[in-house]
């Protein structure tokens, strides 16, 4: 995995030292020989560095083009959560823009601003979505920079030009949800049930592992790596929760709680939207996609007057910006404001 070691070095029980290092994408440990202070262990490690990059001859042989940061990009996503769908995507545009074997390290930031200029005149793509292509692009190059194959990232400046998406939130309402359940096999109530209750994205309720659960403090304990916002997301665990992830929870013997019985792995995301629109087309409702449920938690939320930052904090959005989109869709909060300034 890209970054694995981070140029440690550590002393050992004999006083000697010992490295940790990436050079190139390749990961290399072993003695610091007749170093007995960090300082020697330090020029040891950075003449080692110097010798294994001349070695590759990184800087006249080896080109490092688009098209290997998009496989390096499509690696390390598929290591740490197994979804690569928009990934792919996002890997296919650039290598179309670029070109598949331009240089990584021709790419200027007046390029980037081209490329800006083209997703608004020729793609008509949002400010957000624009964002979201800068940021994989830059997420390639830095790890392109943590495996010291690149030293440089043309995106470390770019601002974000979307405060927040102006498109208002699709949702379904409470006699939608009880009709899409009506005609939903269990398994995919639950999974429904558990994305209302969490307001968890599809990746975390496909993906939901069983050692996120803490019994013992009745809580959902999200890891930063599998949170969209890297901060780890902590989430109450109340009855009905709880009867839900204890039915799957002991119904088999893998490390996820909603799995397809007969083949004892997570069920794919093509399972889960193919599914729900078929239950939304026997139900009669309209289909939102999976992101509907989220949606819908957090207007419910709104709807209920709870304040902006809890709302925030229980969604786990980067700022209260992202959150008011949410508020928009509550007409229940104008109505309880015009109620107010009537009986004023």
Not at 98 to 116: E, N, Q, W, Y
Not at 160 to 166: A, I, P, V
């Amino acid at each position: 995995m890209a970054g694995k070691y981070k140029n440690n070095i550590r002393k050992d029980k004999r006083g000697g030292y010992s490295y940790k290092i990436t050079v190139a994408g390749g990961q290399y440990q072993g003695a610091c020989k007749n170093c007995y202070s960090r300082e020697k262990a330090l020029a040891y490690v950075a003449n080692l560095k110097a010798e294994l990059r001349n070695k590759e001859k990184l800087s006249n042989d080896k080109v490092i083009t688009i098209g290997v940061l998009g496989e390096k990009y499509r690696q390390y996503t598929l290591a740490k959560n197994g979804d690569i769908k928009h990934v792919r995507s996002k890997v296919k545009f650039f290598n179309e823009y670029f070109g598949i074997t331009t240089p990584a390290v021709d790419i200027k930031r007046s390029d980037i601003d081209r490329l800006i200029n083209y997703c608004r005149t020729v793609k008509n793509h949002k400010d957000t979505t624009i964002d979201r292509y800068i940021s994989a692009l830059s997420k390639m190059y830095n790890i392109a920079i943590d495996d010291e194959i690149l030293l440089k990232n043309p995106c470390s400046k770019v601002k974000k030009l979307g405060l927040y998406n102006q498109q208002n939130f699709k949702f379904w309402n409470k006699n939608e949800i009880l009709a899409i359940k009506k005609v939903s096999p269990l398994w995919l109530v639950d999974m429904i049930d558990c994305a209302l209750i969490t307001s968890l994205r599809r990746a975390n309720i496909r993906l939901f592992n069983k050692d996120w659960v803490d019994w013992e403090r009745n809580k959902i304990i999200v890891p930063c790596e599998h949170s969209k916002s890297r901060k780890a997301i902590e989430l109450p665990m109340g009855k009905k929760l709880k009867e839900i992830i204890a039915r799957n929870f002991d119904d088999n013997d893998t490390e996820y709680v909603f799995i397809n019985k007969s083949r004892k792995t997570p069920r794919s995301e093509k399972t889960l939207e193919n599914k729900l629109k078929e239950s939304c087309a026997l139900a009669n409702v309209k289909y939102y996609g999976w992101n509907g449920f989220r949606h819908t938690a957090g207007t419910r939320m709104a709807q209920a007057c709870v304040p902006i930052h809890e709302i925030q904090s229980y969604m786990a959005h980067s700022t209260p910006l992202v959150t008011r989109k949410y508020l928009d869709n509550s007409y229940t909060n104008k109505i309880a404001a015009m109620e107010i300034l009537e009986g004023y």
